[in-house]
């Protein structure tokens, strides 16, 4: 077991024990409802209350590894939910189901955990890389490698050049690097490169991702490459945008999905189990025990799932999906019901009001990552249609700003700073009238995938429109952003682009704002907007911060 499994195991034996030590409470809390209940059953208030810590207990104390006090408080649950839908019940009724709470209160107080918490199995924790990636290039053409390794440079990628096939196992025995770029017929030897990671591989040795170039675009050279495990093959003089692009999809075949999960139930032991479950799996979770708050959670949590139980004082699970429905922003966000009802017709109801799927408590801990993980997929591919930009995958305009108005909401309550830069790329027009549209693409696409690649996972990247770019800096002045993106500036003006008309290279401007000039978000942009006209006036190819 890993240390992160044992982590979690310690958590769930922990939250088991503040059950334990809450029963009492939890039931010294139905027995003074059920006295009120049976001293008035006609008491709605008193009958409402009864139900929902009945309800409450019935869903947390399988989970918590009481099984059977669960199952009989659905049974006496349900007696309850027969009443409340009109069944008449004489004094005779009422005092056999008061005795029978009683007898369920006696008994839970002396009841012993009959099982370990299997609702709550250790699950991966999550993975998070942030260094930056080293490549090792392998090719004997020094003159033309080192062009390759200064683009590469500008990326972000440390790049260490070797000559000699002989050194590569050598330099893999020092240090393993993210990829290996190696060229197929190097030292002019026919697929030697390809017979050298063969090698490698018969002495049983690991190795990083490995991608071939090569002169010859044929049949017999791909399939070599793919035949040695290759996982890319790019031909010569090498396109090193779609050579980093290719890396960027390697890299992030193993990440975590980390799904954004708002909880929302007013048990909060149950909400805290759950939540330490979803966390283990590689989930973003917040807790919410008060719905009125809802609206406003929603808003700067922005959740990709809402998991929440059906009964809960107040403003009951139906009643909330429907306040939540009523923001158009929040028509296709998945809402899960949790919940202990067994009734299958209260459960269509349920669905019926705009929820996706309902699930009764206790519930496996795999089929409830496994549920909320394909529907919080499915909403996520449905959003990236949506707000992504279809050349270059950034935040299209109307979600950038949207991130923006986010950020600034979270950085008012956390006291925090959020900076804002425009960015518009020099020259532009010039490039798409004597290089072809096609080439103006690709300057965008570079542009777009230097800023994901040597920005924080943090920041926001949006194309605003044409060759505008936003960038957003969460929890960072406009003076720190400024350097950040100075940094990248000089990095993208070095990077040649090649076309069948020449090379060349494009350059940016950029004005930044942060919320200590203002918090709307439309003044912020405003500024950072001014700030870029100046620096466009000022000889373009520079960044000034907004006044």
């Not at 209160?105 to 999550?126: D, T």
């Not at 993210?178 to 049983?204: K, M």
């Not at 002169?215 to 050579?243: I, Q, T, Y």
Request: negative net charge.
């Amino acid at each position: 077991m890993s240390s992160a499994d044992e982590e979690l195991e310690a958590a769930i034996r922990a939250l088991g024990q503040v059950f334990i030590s809450k029963l009492p409470g939890k039931l010294a809390e139905i027995e003074d409802a059920k006295d009120a209940f049976c001293s008035n059953s006609d008491n709605k208030e008193h009958e409402a209350l009864l139900h929902r810590l009945l309800h409450t207990m019935a869903g947390s104390a399988g989970t918590f590894g009481f099984p059977e006090m669960g199952a009989k408080a659905r049974v006496l649950e349900s007696q309850l939910k027969a009443h409340i839908a009109g069944e008449v019940w004489d004094q005779a009724r009422l005092d056999l189901f008061c005795r029978d709470i009683e007898t369920y209160i006696q008994e839970s107080r002396v009841a012993e955990p009959e099982a370990e918490p299997e609702a709550l199995a250790p699950v991966k924790a999550p993975v998070v890389e942030a260094e930056r990636k080293l490549i090792y290039l392998v090719d004997s053409d020094f003159e033309k490698t080192a062009e390759i390794v200064a683009q590469l440079e500008q990326f972000a990628f440390d790049v260490c050049h070797i000559e000699c096939l002989e050194y590569l196992a050598e330099a893999l025995d020092e240090k393993m690097p993210h990829f290996l770029v190696i060229d197929l017929d190097c030292q002019h030897g026919y697929h030697a490169g390809g017979d050298e990671i063969e090698r490698l591989q018969a002495q049983g040795r690991k190795l990083p991702p490995t991608l071939f170039m090569s002169n010859l675009n044929s049949f017999e050279s791909r399939l070599r490459a793919v035949r040695a495990g290759g996982e890319g093959f790019f031909l010569k003089p090498v396109d090193v945008l779609a050579l980093t692009e290719r890396m960027e999809e390697i890299l992030a075949l193993p990440e975590p999905r980390l799904y954004r999960i708002l909880i929302i139930d007013d048990d909060v032991d149950l909400t805290n189990a759950y939540s330490t479950l979803l966390k283990s799996a590689g989930m973003i979770v917040e807790v919410l025990n008060d719905p009125e708050l809802v609206l406003e959670r929603m808003a700067s949590f922005r959740p990709e799932l809402l998991l929440m139980d059906i009964y809960m004082p107040n403003c009951d699970g139906v009643e909330l999906s429907k306040v939540i429905r009523q923001d158009h922003s929040y028509l296709d966000v998945p809402i899960i019901f949790l919940s202990s009802e067994q009734d299958e017709q209260k459960q269509i109801a349920a669905v019926k009001v705009g929820a996706d799927d309902f699930l009764c408590k206790p519930i496996a801990p795999e089929l409830l990552i496994s549920s909320l993980s394909s529907r919080a997929e499915r909403f996520r591919s449905l959003r990236t249609l949506v707000m992504r930009d279809g050349l270059t995958g950034l935040f299209n305009h109307t979600a950038i700003k949207e991130d923006l108005i986010a950020k600034i909401s979270s950085a008012s309550r956390t006291v925090t700073c959020v900076a804002v830069a425009m960015i518009d790329l020099d020259n532009f027009k010039m490039v798409n009238d004597t290089y072809g549209h096609q080439m103006g693409d690709q300057v965008l696409r570079t542009l777009s995938h230097m800023l994901k690649q040597r920005l924080r996972k943090s920041d926001a990247v949006g194309r605003y429109g044409g060759e505008e770019f936003i960038v957003i800096f969460p929890n960072t002045t406009a003076d720190v952003a400024r350097m950040v993106l100075d940094k990248i500036r000089t990095a993208f003006s070095r990077v040649v682009h090649v076309s069948e008309h020449g090379e060349f290279k494009v350059g940016f401007s950029a004005g930044i704002a942060d919320s200590r000039q203002t918090a709307n978000p439309d003044e912020l942009l405003t500024v950072a907007d001014a700030a870029l006209y100046k620096a466009k006036a000022n000889g373009k190819n520079q960044v000034v911060l907004g006044e």
